[in-house]
């Protein structure tokens, strides 16, 4: 899915649940507009879209959330498990009005999480491995606030969200990272695998004291990756297939610096990432695309299938030079 400059949504894909949002679940291989609640007109205003599995959800710029496609998990958010082919509204906690304050989204394999105007975090959809973050791994079907650490008070400060398979994670105005949910690969950062049911913050490189100055993250499967003010990139978790581009397949229960080309140096200059199953991309301040990790079907775009455990640059249409200009960018399951 794609948001345009006019505020609305274009989608395209699978469509068996309607998450294109055109009211059909017609598989579609070019672009549809994603239609107005109700299915009537067209959905506008929107400033942000989230995919997560066979569902999508946007932010319009009211700070109101919207979301269509699967929904038996009640990732959808509108207190109902019922599939919907056009954007329905997400309710509020209690199921009493609608949800507002959203400044940005994450999706993920069946939650969604939203960052509010006033740093809060709210998700809501499955809960099976503690996800949502409310100390619970009960699936509700109303939004919940995210629980301070230990379960105490509220997470506060929150200006980006991350949500993985069966995890999620905020980067707070202090710049500190904080995850929660599915540990089993060591995807939260904090030195063990243990699952959590509220945030524990995203220990430091080297083991020791705690990871700072986040300025993007992004969650994949099971492995989380963020950029420092300094553009470099520090991932953590599975690494089966180099997709934390340390140019090792070692996971790691706490972040490790990603390399530079060929497994030297560092990579830097980097302004942006973003996650897919095993493998993460990142965009530099120089408009150039960067990927590492699995790559069998061709999704680190460098013109090969080769698994890559340090990134790879991103190559120009036909294989030919190298992508340019790009300002962002969003890996899929296996695509980018």
Do not use: Y
Request: one cysteine or more; charged letters at 15%.
């Amino acid at each position: 899915c794609a948001t345009k400059s006019d505020g609305t949504v274009w989608c395209w894909g699978d469509n068996s649940h309607g998450q294109l949002g055109d009211t059909t679940t017609t598989i579609r291989t070019s672009p549809v507009q994603v239609t107005g609640p109700g299915g009537t007109g067209t959905l506008t205003g929107v400033k942000e879209v989230a995919t997560g599995e066979s569902f999508t959800c946007a932010v319009k710029t009211d700070t109101s959330v919207w979301c269509w496609g699967r929904n038996d998990k009640v990732q959808l958010g509108d207190l109902t498990t019922i599939d919907r082919t056009s954007p329905v509204q997400v309710a509020d906690t209690g199921g009493v009005g609608t949800l507002s304050g959203a400044t940005t989204l994450a999706s993920g394999l069946e939650h969604v999480c939203v960052a509010k105007t006033d740093g809060t975090v709210w998700c809501w959809g499955d809960n099976s491995n503690g996800q949502r973050g409310d100390t619970t791994t009960v699936t509700s079907k109303d939004p919940h606030q995210v629980v301070g650490p230990g379960g105490t008070g509220a997470l506060t400060g929150a200006v980006l969200v991350g949500a993985g398979d069966l995890f999620s994670c905020a980067a707070l105005d202090d710049d500190t990272a904080w995850c929660w949910g599915a540990n089993d690969k060591g995807q939260l950062g904090d030195n063990t695998t243990t699952d959590r049911t509220s945030p524990v913050q995203v220990k430091g490189g080297g083991w020791t004291g705690v990871f700072a100055d986040a300025t993007d993250l992004a969650a994949g499967s099971s492995h989380t990756c963020a950029v420092r003010f300094d553009g470099s990139v520090w991932c953590w978790g599975r690494n089966d297939k180099g997709q934390l581009g340390d140019a090792t397949t070692t996971t790691s229960l706490v972040p490790v610096q990603v390399k530079g080309p060929g497994g030297t140096g560092w990579l830097t200059g980097v302004s942006a990432v973003t996650a897919g199953t095993k493998f993460t991309c990142a965009t530099k301040v120089d408009g150039t695309v960067w990927c590492w990790g699995v790559n069998g079907q061709g999704q680190l775009g460098d013109s090969t299938a080769t698994d890559r455990t340090s990134p790879v640059q991103v190559t120009g249409p036909g294989g030919t030079g190298t992508l340019t200009g790009v300002k962002e960018v969003a890996a899929g399951e296996s695509f980018t």
